[in-house]
Structure formats: C-alpha cells, structure tokens
C-alpha cells in the first residue's frame, strides 16, 4: 500500500547524518539522555548494569539511539536496544553509525509503530518516540501500543511538535500544497526554496523565530518542515489528552523552565495567580505566554507510577549531577548577585543567579552526595553554611539548574 510517510523518509532521511562523524562528535540531546532518564523515570536510582531494554520507535537515522548506546556502554551496561523504523533507508543510517563506534548491542528492525503488537520486540524498561507520534494517522493508538510495550517499572521519553511555536508552518505547508503537485519531490522542494526567498517581512512563518530546520537542515529540513504528507501540534491541554488517553501520567518537561510561567513574569501579582493553577494549567500558561514551544518534550511513566518517578533532590542521599557544565569552572565566572542569560527559539532572558550557587556547583562532582556537599561547605566556612541555610541555598540552586536541564538527580557508575 502506498505510503507517502515512509516514502519521504526513504528519500529524506531524518536528519540529515553522515556516519564518518561519528569519529569526531557525538550527538548529545533531549529526549533519552542517561541522566535524564535517570533522574525523570527511574527516581535517580537505576543501576544501568543490571539488564536493561530500550527501544527506539521511529528511531531515524539514529540520534537518540546513538547517544544512550554509547552512553550505556561507557556506563558498562549489558542493555539491548532496539531501533524501530519504517525507512530502511534510515535504518541503514543508523547502523553505519553504530558499526561506526562498535556499538553492537543494537537490534534493528523495518517495520511501524503500529504493528508493535505483532513484531515480538517484548517489553521494554524504556522507549524514545521523539518527533514521531505526530506523523501518524493515529497517534493515540500508536502511544498506546507504546505503553502497552513498557515493562512494570518503565517509563518513556517522547517529543511532539508544539501548536503555538509552528505559527505559520501549516498556512505554508498548504500554500506549496496547492502550487506544487504532490508527486514530485524535486519540484515541491524547488518551488518551496523559491517560494521561501519572496516572503514578504510579515509572513508568520518569516516571523518565526523559533523555526529553523527549513534554513539549516538541508533538504530533509525543508522537506519535513513543509512538505510533510502527514504531521499535526499540539496545545499543552491536548497533550495531557494524549497521554491520559495511553494511561500515562507526565514526568516532567524539557526543559522545566520554558513551562513555569513565573519564568517570563515577574509581576508578584500575576505570579501569583498563576501559582494557583494545577501544574498542567501552568504548564498551558507558558506555552501561551512564551509563544515559541515549537515542540514539546517530556518524559511520562504509567499512570501507577507517577508521582514516584522524579527523582527527589531533597533526600540528604540524593547525589546532584551537572550535564554538560564543569562544576568548579562555571562556578568561578558566576558572579554574586549577578545574572545569568538564557536564550531560546528567539527569546532572550535574564534571572537572578541563585544565592550560593557558585560554591554549592564548585563541589558538584557526580559522586557526592547532597549531605556530603553541605558537610564539606560547612567545614570551610561553617557560618554561612548552618543547617537551613545550606537547604535554602541547595534548594534554589538545583530547581534553577534542574530547570534549565543541566543538573539532575542520580550518579552513575564511573560519575559520569
Ligand atoms: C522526524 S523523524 C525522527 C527520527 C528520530 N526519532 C529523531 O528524533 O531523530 C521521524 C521518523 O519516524 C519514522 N516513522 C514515521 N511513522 C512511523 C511509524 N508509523 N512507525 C515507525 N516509524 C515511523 C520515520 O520513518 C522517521 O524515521
């Protein structure tokens, strides 16, 4: 049976990568991150050493896949993965990648999300279904085979487009609809570039900052952008229709932040009134304020589990990890009572860098503990650092730097 979907991402391959550069980088992202799996779906207390399952639904030409296969070898872990596609041709992508770096404890397998009931892949601890769902005739039916795939204890990671931050994607895909015929990819590709060139200023999708991949991701880009035969976004509310409709229950989002409205108001008043609504409400409310969530990440866990999958940073045990920051080296360019800038999908803004912050980073080193830290910050100065004033300063910190989703809960073999 024809299927435009799969035939795309047959001649298009999502996204665009070369195996050879697999030698010089790896590619680091959200969903599926160790550490934020760690921390959002096993309560920062997974051994990866012990067997662990991993599938990869729609897995492309492998991001998400690669970067948790290398990084569960480098935590010796004996886990399978399991890469799912309908493209072959980005299976084959995929698994120059992984030969490229030896990772050979990757099944593939061609075939669709659909038919997960038929395949036998058995159950999974965890599965990655990140920019997918949202190409599917029915996405609620393929969540639920999804979560019908968990193991007991499991949880997921998935990323679907966000309604509000795509404004003036679907105006266009239409328009090129309706000027170049759907049967010839070169053409609609020409056409789309041409007609990407004459926009005028006030065009929604020029005024988009938040909108990329048609300018820096090659013809797969534009192609997937705004010649997709099927893709629809989501508002946050139908989000949480989505995954009550699976009998999931969110984790938490990527990056916490950009969901908590007091993140672009500062008004105490209106703070307050949005403090009152229930998480998702909140959540509805920075996407409305923001404007520019283009796609919406999440981790979510079975309805049983929620509210026991988050790792919790208050326990004196917990052991705070940093992603992608050196402890010691951020910390001695943070100036107190300074600033720190963030900056995404167009949007600039600047917070408070949280009291105690440099110090409290400076110990961060994967391995000690929350207790550990506070005892040796004590023994350095033990007036600044008495009982309640180690918490509250612990506390801003890790929230402001779990927030922007580069601290999290879980030290992994080795302190990676
Ligand atoms: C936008 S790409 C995302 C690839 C990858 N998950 C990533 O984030 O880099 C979408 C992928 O989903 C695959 N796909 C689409 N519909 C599918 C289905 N029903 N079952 C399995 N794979 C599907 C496509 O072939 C494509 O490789």
Known sequence: MADPVRDQYEAYPYPSRDPKDEKRRLIEGSPSHILEINHYVFAGGRDFRAPFRALFAGGGTGDGLIMLAQQLADAGSPAELVHLDLSTASRRVAEARAAARNLDRIKFVTGSIEAIPTLDLGRFDYIDC????????????????????????????????????????????????????????????????????????????ARNPAVGDHLNQGDAGLYDLLLHAQDRAYLVPALRDLLEGAGLALAGFVEPWRYRPESYVSDRLL?????????????????????????????????????????????PEAVPVLRGIDGPGFARQLKPGGTLTLKSDGLELRFPTPAGAGPILAEIDGRRSRAEIGERLRAAEPGRWQGARFDAAFEATSSFFTGLNRLFFGGLPGGS
């Open 130 to 205: 990140c920019g997918v769902l949202h190409h599917l005739p029915d996405p609620q039916a393929g969540l639920r085979h999804l979560a019908a795939a968990l193991a007991p204890g499991g949880g997921m990671g998935l990323m679907v487009y966000g309604a509000l931050g795509r404004t003036g994607v679907y105006p266009m895909q239409s328009l090129i609809r309706a000027i170049a015929p759907a049967d010839d990819a070169a053409d609609r590709i020409a056409v789309a570039r041409r007609l990407l060139r004459h926009l005028p200023s006030t065009n929604w999708l």
């Open 271 to 315: 703070q307050a009134r949005f403090s009152a609504l229930d998480p998702w409400g909140r959540a509805a409310a920075a996407e409305i304020l923001a404007g520019n969530l283009k796609t919406h990440m999440f981790y979510a866990v079975p309805l049983a589990r929620a509210g026991t999958c988050v790792a919790d940073g208050s326990r």
